[in-house]
């Protein structure tokens, strides 16, 4: 019974990342740039780099991955 337990949570795991990568993946794909349209119409270029800093758009893609688990 504890192996079936252990084989079966080796299987879930790795698909579980491999799914939460593709769905992070797809998201960088979206067009436009989401600090641009959280900064709203005026999109001061200080609210837009504040808001990039926060969601960690100015991070390196695995990094950002890394938040987007978090």
């Given amino acids: ?9 080796a299987t879930i795991v790795p698909t579980l990342i491999f ?7 797809l998201q ?3 067009p436009g740039d989401p600090a641009l349209i959280l900064a709203g119409e005026e999109q ?11 969601m ?3 991070a ?6 890394l938040h987007w688990v978090g």
């Avoid at 019974?1 to 949570?9: E, G, H, Q, W």
């Avoid at 799914?19 to 993946?25: A, E, K, P, Y």
């Avoid at 390196?60 to 991955?65: D, Q």
Wanted: no cysteine; glycine share 2%.
């Fill in 1 to 9: 019974m504890l192996t079936f337990l252990v084989r079966r949570v």
């Fill in 19 to 25: 799914v939460s990568m593709l769905i992070f993946g």
């Fill in 28 to 30: 960088q794909l979206l």
């Fill in 44 to 54: 001061d270029p200080a609210v837009v780099a504040h808001l990039r800093e926060v």
């Fill in 56 to 58: 960690h758009l100015d």
């Fill in 60 to 65: 390196p893609l695995p990094l950002r991955y």
